[in-house]
């Protein structure tokens, strides 16, 4: 079974710019979710979807991220304008929909590097 | 809030002694909890969970934690390190009762010496 797929795998912009990642999740998934891992930090959710729909963007900073699920198969999480403090592993995780203990599977990660 | 801690960011042994590997959680009810590990360049992996069934529970590569309740603590244990245990340690809450939203510690950075 094909896992969770992430691209591209490392990234390096200079503040100010723009930056979007993409993730194709497990096939059959529902549920999509978008984790920052900042250096030396556990992951911390971003925004997670049920198909096309948005059902937690709590800490998602707004202002200057975007993310999208039209066919509620791929995602895309977007940054414009990037920050410094945006450098981290952009991690996408996918999981079936129902069943409260159906694992989360993670894709490798992005690895961003803002200068 | 439900939250984890991960008591040591590094822990060092060497390949064939125990590895013990800290975790006390906060939560206002009884958590699912979970430990996950991530290797240099690789997604994270889920290693074993608790979801109120059995307090001892055994994972993935001979891992395995033991809820309890009376500490709150969720420490993951192995009998014998190997080489390839090398990685990232999550201990992770579920902190919303029947939610999907997990919430990672710090992590554990696990060293094996030769």
């Known amino acids: 079974e094909a896992g969770v797929a992430q691209s591209p795998r490392y990234k390096i912009i200079e503040k100010r710019q723009s930056v979007a990642f993409w993730c194709n999740p497990i096939s059959g998934h529902a549920t999509l979710y978008w984790y920052q891992q900042i250096l030396g930090q556990g992951p911390k959710l971003l925004i997670q979807f049920q198909n096309n729909g948005v059902v937690d963007d709590s800490q998602l900073p707004k202002d200057r991220f975007s993310a999208e699920r039209l066919k509620g198969v791929d995602s895309t999480l977007k940054i414009q304008p990037a920050k410094l403090e945006d450098s981290a592993v952009y991690l996408c995780?996918?999981?079936?929909?129902?069943?409260?203990?159906?694992?989360?599977?993670f894709g490798p990660g992005t690895r961003l590097t803002v200068l | 809030a439900q939250s984890v801690t991960q008591l040591d960011s590094h822990v060092s042994v060497s390949e064939g002694t125990p590895v013990l590997l800290r975790c006390n959680y906060s939560s206002s009810y009884s958590p699912s909890l979970f430990w996950y590990v991530q290797h240099p360049n690789k997604g994270l992996q889920l290693l074993l969970k608790?979801?109120?069934?059995?307090?001892l529970v055994k994972g993935i590569n001979g891992f395995e934690a033991e809820f309890k309740k009376s500490e709150t603590s969720f420490h993951l244990t192995k009998p014998s390190a190997h080489m390839s245990d090398a990685a990232e340690y999550f201990c992770v809450v579920r902190p919303i009762q029947g939610a999907q939203k997990l919430v990672f510690g710090q992590g554990t950075r696990l060293t094996i010496n030769p």
């Open positions: 608790y979801t109120s069934a059995a307090t």
């Open positions: 995780a996918s999981r079936l929909a129902g069943g409260v203990d159906n694992e989360q599977f």
